[in-house]
């Protein structure tokens, strides 16, 4: 019984009962107090054994938190990060053109705010990578299914706040925070969409819904120093200085290069 509930019992109690009970002998008192005293204890016992598994969740082994992993995938998925794993975490970039930045067929391309980031650390057979997922909250919608208030996951090719790491061509994406506005272009997820190293997969739609092709390009982030991107990739945009600047040069290339089968 918890403590509130006991409480709650008290006062169902006949107040003859309790005026009858100053009438006893004081040994059947000290009977009660010690009964009540037991009670507590019991109290704070089950109250203690409420709080171990959270005591365990932070000290004890990772835990996946709210991801469902499918049976395709024989990676092994953790909470945090691991530091030897995050300066491995490197995404090579492939050149593609302007056109091809905005061309890709299963792309997202919409304006929101970063409201949750999550660090996982992935182990295949291990060989270990750090990605984090990031939750956004969708203001604008330019290309995909997606609707002005929806909330949608998305996965970044590294961590987020990795304290003294560096990890090769990741220097848009680090700059990730919770409240930051941005306009994002990530890759649609589907039941086919995985990660696979060293004889371990892990599908990245059991993380999230859509990701992040690389850490430099696909998103464009306002900051306290300025909109940063990478510019050298999104020439059009290059003398871009505010969110609004931005949003023109993007629905203006969508219009120009999008798929029109996935508009």
Known sequence: MRGKEFLDKMDLIDPGYVEAADTKPVKKKNVWIKWCAMAAC?????????????????????????FQLSEKTTAK?????????????????VYLTEEELFAHEKMYAFRGRVSGLTNVTIDFNGEKMVRCVANISID??????????????????CGIDLIGVHVEDTGVIPQFTSGMEGIFMPWVYDENSYIEMNGAV?????????????????AFLSTDQGIVFERSAYSGAYEATTMDDIEAYVVDMLQKYVSQAYK
């Open 77 to 93: 998925v953790s909470l945090g990060y691991d530091e030897d794993a995050a300066t491995s975490s490197k995404t090579d970039l």
């Open 42 to 66: 019991l109290c704070l016992i089950i109250g203690a054994v409420a709080m171990l598994p959270h005591l365990r969740s932070n000290h004890g082994e990772p835990q996946v938190g709210d």
């Open 202 to 218: 892990l599908m990245t739609k059991d993380l999230a819904e859509c990701g992040l092709a690389d850490g430099m390009r696909w």
């Open 140 to 157: 604008e919608v330019y290309k995909g299914d997606l609707v002005p208030g929806d909330q949608i996951t998305m996965l970044i090719p």
